[in-house]
Nanobody
Framework: QVQLVESGGGLVQPGGSLRLSCAAS????????MGWYRQAPGKQRELVAT???????NYADSVKGRFTISKDNAKNSVFLQMNSLKPDDTAVYYC???????????????????WGKGTLVTVSS
């Protein structure tokens, strides 16, 4: 079994910065892709940014130029640097990962998807 543990959420003023972290632990060999999603009150969950183990990134238009996603393959971790934060960025941010549990599954490109429990980011004065 795999656990995704998020950290770094909190309260920040508009224009401020925050860095989120997520580490996969448990039965993990490696990952195919990891990313961040968010859900604001009364809104649907949306993609924020993703990154593959090879470093290919994808961003929502609303965060391009402000957020940067990165990863550490050795630690099966993903990070989200959030700058120039706006009140509209307020949401619960969820870590997501496609995980290879072992070498067999890695060789067969067989992943399992996992979600973290989420960390709250509040942007307010």
């Amino acid at each position: 079994q795999v656990q995704l543990v998020e950290s770094g959420g909190g309260l920040v003023q508009p224009g401020g910065s925050l860095r989120l972290s997520c580490a996969a632990s448990g039965t993990v060999f490696s990952f195919s892709a990891m990313g961040w999603y968010r859900q604001a009150p009364g809104k649907q969950r949306e993609l924020v940014a993703t990154i593959t183990s090879g470093g290919i990134t994808n961003y929502a238009d609303s965060v391009k130029g402000r957020f940067t996603i990165s990863k550490d393959n050795a630690k099966n971790s993903v990070f989200l640097q959030m700058n120039s934060l706006k009140p509209d960025d307020t949401a619960v941010y969820y870590c997501n990962a496609d995980i290879y549990a072992d070498v067999f599954r890695w060789r067969h490109r067989d992943t399992t998807n996992y979600w973290g429990k989420g960390t709250l980011v509040t942007v307010s004065s």
